[in-house]
Protein backbone atom coordinates (compact mmCIF):
# COMPACT_ATOMS: atom_id res chain seq x y z
CA UNK A 1 0.00 0.00 0.00
CA UNK A 2 1.05 3.57 -0.84
CA UNK A 3 1.85 5.81 2.04
CA UNK A 4 3.33 9.30 1.88
CA UNK A 5 3.45 11.09 5.45
CA UNK A 6 4.43 14.46 5.87
CA UNK A 7 5.96 16.08 8.94
CA UNK A 8 7.52 19.15 10.05
CA UNK A 9 4.72 21.70 9.56
CA UNK A 10 4.16 24.43 12.47
CA UNK A 11 3.77 28.32 13.12
CA UNK A 12 7.57 30.59 11.88
CA UNK A 13 7.65 34.43 12.23
CA UNK A 14 7.85 36.21 8.67
CA UNK A 15 11.36 35.89 7.66
CA UNK A 16 12.43 32.42 9.26
CA UNK A 17 12.71 29.14 7.61
CA UNK A 18 11.26 25.44 7.76
CA UNK A 19 11.83 21.58 6.53
CA UNK A 20 9.00 19.83 5.22
CA UNK A 21 9.71 15.54 5.30
CA UNK A 22 8.10 13.47 3.56
CA UNK A 23 7.89 9.67 4.01
CA UNK A 24 7.02 6.93 1.18
CA UNK A 25 6.41 3.70 1.16
CA UNK A 26 4.90 0.88 -0.53
CA UNK A 27 6.49 1.51 -3.79
CA UNK A 28 9.93 1.64 -5.32
CA UNK A 29 10.79 5.21 -4.72
CA UNK A 30 13.28 5.89 -6.86
CA UNK A 31 11.83 5.64 -10.11
CA UNK A 32 9.17 8.44 -9.34
CA UNK A 33 8.82 12.09 -9.25
CA UNK A 34 7.62 13.50 -6.61
CA UNK A 35 5.84 17.15 -6.09
CA UNK A 36 4.86 19.41 -3.57
CA UNK A 37 1.26 21.01 -3.84
CA UNK A 38 0.41 23.73 -1.59
CA UNK A 39 -3.17 25.07 -0.49
CA UNK A 40 -3.70 28.18 1.41
CA UNK A 41 -6.68 28.15 3.55
CA UNK A 42 -9.78 28.20 2.45
CA UNK A 43 -8.05 28.57 -1.28
CA UNK A 44 -7.35 26.36 -4.14
CA UNK A 45 -4.18 23.90 -5.35
CA UNK A 46 -0.82 25.50 -5.99
CA UNK A 47 2.18 23.32 -7.28
CA UNK A 48 5.46 24.31 -5.94
CA UNK A 49 8.04 21.80 -6.89
CA UNK A 50 8.90 19.07 -8.31
CA UNK A 51 11.42 16.18 -8.38
CA UNK A 52 12.93 13.78 -10.64
CA UNK A 53 13.55 9.83 -9.41
CA UNK A 54 17.06 10.38 -9.83
CA UNK A 55 17.07 13.65 -7.77
CA UNK A 56 18.95 15.47 -10.66
CA UNK A 57 16.24 18.01 -11.62
CA UNK A 58 14.17 20.02 -10.04
CA UNK A 59 11.26 22.54 -10.71
CA UNK A 60 9.74 25.51 -8.91
CA UNK A 61 6.55 27.93 -9.07
CA UNK A 62 8.23 31.20 -9.43
CA UNK A 63 6.32 32.00 -6.08
CA UNK A 64 9.13 30.02 -4.65
CA UNK A 65 11.81 29.90 -6.48
CA UNK A 66 15.31 30.92 -4.55
CA UNK A 67 13.90 30.19 -1.48
CA UNK A 68 12.64 26.47 -1.50
CA UNK A 69 14.84 23.68 -2.19
CA UNK A 70 13.29 20.63 -2.94
CA UNK A 71 15.72 17.23 -2.40
CA UNK A 72 14.89 13.37 -2.31
CA UNK A 73 17.07 10.48 -0.25
CA UNK A 74 16.52 7.85 -2.40
CA UNK A 75 18.52 5.76 0.53
CA UNK A 76 15.37 6.71 3.34
CA UNK A 77 12.50 7.18 0.78
CA UNK A 78 12.29 11.04 2.14
CA UNK A 79 11.56 14.12 0.65
CA UNK A 80 12.16 17.06 1.95
CA UNK A 81 11.53 20.83 1.29
CA UNK A 82 14.05 23.40 2.60
CA UNK A 83 11.88 26.57 3.25
CA UNK A 84 13.37 30.08 3.90
CA UNK A 85 12.63 33.50 3.80
CA UNK A 86 8.83 32.67 4.73
CA UNK A 87 6.13 35.20 4.12
CA UNK A 88 2.87 35.20 4.73
CA UNK A 89 1.17 34.53 1.67
CA UNK A 90 3.21 30.79 2.14
CA UNK A 91 1.18 29.91 4.89
CA UNK A 92 -0.65 26.61 3.89
CA UNK A 93 -1.44 23.46 3.94
CA UNK A 94 1.84 21.77 1.78
CA UNK A 95 1.05 18.02 0.57
CA UNK A 96 3.51 15.68 -1.06
CA UNK A 97 2.06 13.58 -4.10
CA UNK A 98 3.18 10.92 -6.13
CA UNK A 99 3.62 10.78 -9.76
CA UNK A 100 1.27 8.41 -11.63
CA UNK A 101 4.01 6.88 -13.71
CA UNK A 102 7.27 6.33 -13.85
CA UNK A 103 8.05 7.75 -16.73
CA UNK A 104 6.68 11.25 -15.89
CA UNK A 105 8.15 14.12 -14.28
CA UNK A 106 5.38 15.72 -12.42
CA UNK A 107 2.58 14.86 -14.34
CA UNK A 108 -0.65 13.78 -12.40
CA UNK A 109 -0.65 13.00 -9.31
CA UNK A 110 -2.26 9.40 -7.93
CA UNK A 111 -0.90 9.17 -4.46
CA UNK A 112 -1.22 12.00 -1.71
CA UNK A 113 0.06 12.50 1.98
CA UNK A 114 -2.32 14.08 4.61
CA UNK A 115 -0.67 17.17 4.65
CA UNK A 116 0.82 19.72 7.38
CA UNK A 117 0.00 22.93 7.89
CA UNK A 118 2.64 25.81 8.09
CA UNK A 119 1.47 28.96 9.38
CA UNK A 120 3.52 31.91 8.66
CA UNK A 121 2.84 34.46 11.00
CA UNK A 122 4.23 37.09 14.01
CA UNK B 1 2.23 29.87 -17.42
CA UNK B 2 -0.57 28.74 -18.68
CA UNK B 3 -3.57 29.71 -17.29
CA UNK B 4 -6.30 27.26 -16.54
CA UNK B 5 -10.10 29.33 -15.93
CA UNK B 6 -12.44 26.65 -14.48
CA UNK B 7 -16.50 27.44 -14.80
CA UNK B 8 -18.67 27.59 -13.01
CA UNK B 9 -17.15 28.67 -9.94
CA UNK B 10 -20.26 26.70 -7.91
CA UNK B 11 -22.77 24.64 -9.95
CA UNK B 12 -26.01 23.77 -7.34
CA UNK B 13 -27.65 20.29 -8.32
CA UNK B 14 -29.56 17.56 -6.92
CA UNK B 15 -28.37 13.49 -6.33
CA UNK B 16 -28.99 11.86 -9.91
CA UNK B 17 -28.46 15.14 -12.07
CA UNK B 18 -25.98 15.27 -14.71
CA UNK B 19 -22.83 17.49 -13.96
CA UNK B 20 -20.64 20.08 -16.62
CA UNK B 21 -17.80 21.34 -15.30
CA UNK B 22 -15.47 23.16 -17.87
CA UNK B 23 -11.91 23.89 -18.06
CA UNK B 24 -9.79 26.54 -20.33
CA UNK B 25 -6.50 27.27 -20.39
CA UNK B 26 -4.78 30.20 -21.56
CA UNK B 27 -2.73 28.28 -24.56
CA UNK B 28 -2.80 25.19 -25.82
CA UNK B 29 -2.05 22.21 -23.67
CA UNK B 30 -2.97 19.35 -26.17
CA UNK B 31 -4.68 16.63 -23.59
CA UNK B 32 -2.23 17.08 -20.71
CA UNK B 33 -4.56 17.72 -18.64
CA UNK B 34 -6.15 16.41 -15.15
CA UNK B 35 -9.30 16.41 -13.19
CA UNK B 36 -9.45 15.55 -9.57
CA UNK B 37 -11.94 15.53 -6.90
CA UNK B 38 -11.32 17.23 -3.40
CA UNK B 39 -13.37 16.94 -0.27
CA UNK B 40 -12.75 18.94 2.70
CA UNK B 41 -10.59 17.73 5.14
CA UNK B 42 -8.96 15.65 2.18
CA UNK B 43 -6.15 15.54 -0.34
CA UNK B 44 -7.59 15.09 -3.77
CA UNK B 45 -7.94 12.84 -5.70
CA UNK B 46 -7.31 12.12 -9.02
CA UNK B 47 -9.92 11.39 -11.10
CA UNK B 48 -8.92 11.76 -15.12
CA UNK B 49 -5.91 12.39 -16.47
CA UNK B 50 -4.37 12.85 -20.17
CA UNK B 51 -8.05 14.86 -20.68
CA UNK B 52 -10.30 11.11 -21.47
CA UNK B 53 -8.64 8.53 -18.96
CA UNK B 54 -10.78 7.14 -15.94
CA UNK B 55 -8.04 6.75 -13.01
CA UNK B 56 -7.78 3.35 -11.58
CA UNK B 57 -11.29 2.87 -9.51
CA UNK B 58 -12.75 6.00 -10.53
CA UNK B 59 -16.62 5.12 -11.55
CA UNK B 60 -17.51 4.98 -14.96
CA UNK B 61 -20.28 8.43 -14.32
CA UNK B 62 -17.15 9.76 -14.25
CA UNK B 63 -15.68 11.31 -17.93
CA UNK B 64 -13.57 13.73 -19.39
CA UNK B 65 -13.31 15.12 -23.04
CA UNK B 66 -11.21 18.05 -25.01
CA UNK B 67 -8.37 19.04 -25.99
CA UNK B 68 -6.43 21.82 -27.08
CA UNK B 69 -7.65 24.60 -24.91
CA UNK B 70 -11.16 23.73 -23.99
CA UNK B 71 -11.73 20.54 -21.49
CA UNK B 72 -14.70 19.04 -19.69
CA UNK B 73 -15.36 16.69 -16.50
CA UNK B 74 -19.19 15.49 -16.74
CA UNK B 75 -20.53 13.75 -13.70
CA UNK B 76 -23.27 11.44 -15.69
CA UNK B 77 -25.50 11.22 -12.36
CA UNK B 78 -24.55 12.66 -9.42
CA UNK B 79 -24.17 10.24 -5.94
CA UNK B 80 -24.53 11.66 -2.71
CA UNK B 81 -20.44 11.45 -2.34
CA UNK B 82 -20.01 13.21 -5.36
CA UNK B 83 -20.68 16.86 -3.47
CA UNK B 84 -17.06 18.38 -3.33
CA UNK B 85 -14.73 20.28 -5.62
CA UNK B 86 -12.97 19.56 -8.60
CA UNK B 87 -9.30 20.93 -10.16
CA UNK B 88 -8.28 20.70 -13.17
CA UNK B 89 -4.18 20.35 -13.41
CA UNK B 90 -2.16 20.90 -16.85
CA UNK B 91 0.98 19.03 -16.76
CA UNK B 92 2.31 20.62 -20.71
CA UNK B 93 4.15 23.21 -19.88
CA UNK B 94 6.19 24.33 -16.71
CA UNK B 95 5.22 25.22 -13.81
CA UNK B 96 2.31 23.07 -13.74
CA UNK B 97 -0.59 24.65 -12.88
CA UNK B 98 -4.45 24.12 -11.41
CA UNK B 99 -7.23 25.42 -11.76
CA UNK B 100 -9.07 27.41 -9.31
CA UNK B 101 -12.08 24.90 -9.14
CA UNK B 102 -15.40 24.70 -9.34
CA UNK B 103 -17.63 23.67 -5.85
CA UNK B 104 -20.34 20.96 -6.53
CA UNK B 105 -22.80 21.54 -3.89
CA UNK B 106 -26.20 20.05 -3.10
CA UNK B 107 -29.43 22.15 -4.46
Known amino acids: EVQLVESGGGLVQPGGSLRLSCAAS????????MTWVRQAPGKGLEWVSAISGSAHSTYYADSVKGRFTFSRDNSKNTLSLQMNSLRAEDTAIYYCAKDQSSYGFSYYFDYWGQGTLVTVSS | EIVLTQSPATLSLSPGERATLSCRAS??????LAWYQQKPGQAPRLLIYDASHRATGIPARFSGSGSGTDFTLTISGLAPEDFAVYYC?????????FGQGTKVEIK
Open chain 2, 89 to 97: QQRSNWPRT
Open chain 1, 26 to 33: GFTFSSYA
Open chain 2, 27 to 32: QSVSSS
